[in-house]
């Protein structure tokens, strides 16, 4: 067995054990942890992504001396390589950019904490991404839900607590709902482990045996992750847990909590229930449906919104109604476009709350619009870096919002009675974004009378300013060179069947 | 050219009150009429109670139900949606459970080679003759591992939620800590003297039992923490601090968490890339036998039973 198989079996496990070392150190030095475990991690996640790249084929790791389905194990194809180093640079890059204000929102000697749930919650994200098995995903969803809920409650302020308390009804929730109909899957199937799930599962179909039960268990465990990820009509937490957390904490729940989620279910319906049974059962209908209302419901509320904070995260629920008509669309290139999707997304939508509490902090830590007015030019760096995510977010060439909507655009072509409803729903939704991200660079960039303005010098926040770069780098990246990672996503897809 | 006049008989002439009022250097009510000065209107302090007490009244009067048609109609439909909402959920759970298989038949698809080999198997594979601990410590130890860390992870977020700082705590440590409970109770005391060492020999017993007898480390680590509890409630907090204070706290959970991380490692790395396992099963039935479900027991009854202690400690006071 090569070294490199190892890998991702390190990856969480480093995790984990920088969570633990962490929470017995400083501040500072649980800091220095997590920025060395990030870049650590980011690099074993990019060997393996070659490794899979060069062999062209996945492979198990058994976790333990016995194999499954006796045992734990984990798997790596190029898909899930490809997402665990995305996840990391995201993340590192967040925390980055939110370090400045992360100091002055949470209280100091609980800083630590802060690095404990980071370290614990990557590590949750990288074992849905690998895990081959249910009931770890399990396990790990509950890491991801607790650290989530302490990332959003850890700066203390009355609107906080009441968005956790929202974002932990909410998510349990989902989690009793996967977990029940994890339940009856085991109880149909009698295995956990994902690829014995599947035979069970295509020779019930096939049979027509249990039919009942299994469509209700599919039924709740997409439900359960629909909830947790903020489709549409199961929204209303998200505003105010991205729009009062800290902002490396929206940044990171926004972009990778809820993809991890949407991953899980990617891996339910390609490794555990089958891809074509899943279309069979007619939920990718609803599915579709809830995501066109997503898209359109979840704009309009962000143009209604004063606050800057709360308009992008609003944003995110249209968003992710896009994620979920690819995959209502049942065909590869709706899944693709999703996917493709959850890496622009999640690379915009970090940018652009990292860009707007520069553009805060130089407004008088005021998120209302009015107060924003010119902020453009007193953070020069932050203003270019919003007016590139919502440039992205709108759909312009160069960048890769661009690039999720063409794709969403051709699938949607090659589905003939998801055409229309489709297309015409994209344009709307295309309409409805540019109105509000539009509004808000308008807004950036309007002077503010005759009076002179101090613009910040990037001598005040080297860190920030470098992360912005690295931000835009990215998404210019993902917009231009699009075509390797389309066809990475695809092998990927490929090996999952 | 007309000569000039004397000031005194210009300042008589209408041009020149006539450019004076154009120029606006006379104000032609100064000294003409009798003005006074606006009084700043001063509210006496009833009215401005009453104020706000209006203003209070009006909201709750928006958002009473009581009295606001549209806030009664929306609580009405949230209520009912939401009964409907569980009734159907449960209504359809329940005829799932109908078409699910029957419970303890022989031919379930429960009933396959997985469970097979943990009974029949196990023994000799794991050395345990707890199968429960076997299957969860050596089969599945990854699973457990998460779990254990979902207990660490939890204990973080209540410290987030509710550590409060050193100094604060000793201040407040004389006032609060005992306001609603008799300080040191006789008879508590006289119970706790008698009872904690039992309780704590039980849950050792059960802990390095784990791999001979029902129990385990979870199980164990419970029987502890609710030991120290039960001291720290009948003797206070000073006298649980001689021997198990924030600083100890620390040192047995991350020593814990971390011995059963490596335990883990070496058994998942040597496993995957079959390197020979050096950890001997031993004979089953022995206390020293199972490999390493015995040190990972040991492990997973520390942590949680830190966990349970400083749940308790940080409802109660806000630190250890």
Known sequence: MDLVQNFPCFSIILCLFAGIISSGLRDKAALRVNTVLLTVVTLLSGATLLYTLHTGESFVYVMGRFPAPWGNEIRAGVLEALMALFFCIIMLLSLLGGRHKLLEEVEEGKTYLYYVLTDLLLSSLLALVYTNDMFTAYVFVEINTISACGLIMIRQNGRTIEAAVRYMIMSLLGSGLLLLGLCMMYDLTGHLLMSNMKESVALLASGGEYEIPLIVAIVLMTSGICIKSALFPFHAWLPDAYGYSTVSSAAILSSLVSKGYIFLLIKIIYRVIGFNVYHDTRIIDALFAFGLMGMVFGSLSAIKENDIRRMIAFSSVAQIGYIYMGFGMGTQAGMTASVFHILSHAATKSLLFIAAIGLTDVSGGSRKFIELTGAGYRNKWAGVTFTVGSLSMVGVPLFSGFISKLLFAQAAVQNHTKMLPALIILGISTILNAIYFMKTVIRIYTPVGETAYTSITFREMRVYAITLVAFILLNVILGISSQPVVDMIQQGLAMFA | ?320
């Open chain 2, 1 to 320: 050219m007309s000569k000039p006049k004397p000031s005194e008989e210009y300042e008589k002439t209408l041009a020149y009150r006539f450019f004076r009022w154009l120029s606006g250097s006379k104000d032609p009510y100064v000294g003409e009429v009798e003005m006074k000065a606006q009084e700043e209107k001063v509210l006496p302090q009833e009215t401005i109670i009453e104020r706000m007490r209006e203003a209070e009244m009006r909201r709750d009067k928006v958002y009473d139900p009581e009295s606001n048609t549209l806030a009664r109609a929306f609580h009405k439909i949230y209520s009912a949606l939401a009964v409907f909402f569980c009734i159907a959920l449960a209504g359809v759970l329940l005829v799932t459970v109908s078409y699910l298989p029957p419970s303890g038949h022989a031919d379930n698809p429960v009933n396959n080679i997985v469970s097979e080999r943990y009974i029949e198997s196990g023994l000799q594979e794991t050395g345990a003759l707890n199968i429960v601990s076997g299957m969860i410590l050596t089969y599945r130890a990854f699973d457990t591992f998460g779990e254990t860390n979902v207990l660490f992870i939890a204990t973080c977020c209540v410290m987030v939620l509710l550590m409060v700082d050193d100094a604060i705590l000793k201040k407040q440590e004389a006032r609060s800590d005992r306001r609603f409970e008799p300080m040191n109770d006789a008879i508590l005391q006289g119970i706790a003297f008698v009872l904690c060492p039992i309780i704590f020999i039980f849950g050792i017993y059960i802990i390095l039992n784990g791999h001979l007898s029902p129990g385990g480390g979870f199980s164990g680590g419970a029987i502890i923490g609710a030991g120290l509890i039960l001291y720290t409630s009948s003797f206070g907090f000073q006298k649980t601090q001689r021997f198990f204070d924030e600083h100890i706290y620390k040192i047995a959970k991350i020593t814990a968490l971390c011995m059963y991380g490596l335990i883990g490692t070496y058994f998942y790395v040597t496993g995957a890339n079959g390197i020979e396992n050096h950890i001997p099963l031993g004979i089953p039935g022995h206390i020293l036998s199972s490999g390493i479900i015995l040190p990972i027991n040991f492990c997973v009854g520390l942590e949680v039973a830190c966990t349970m202690y400083a749940f308790y400690a940080l409802f109660r006071r806000g630190g250890l």
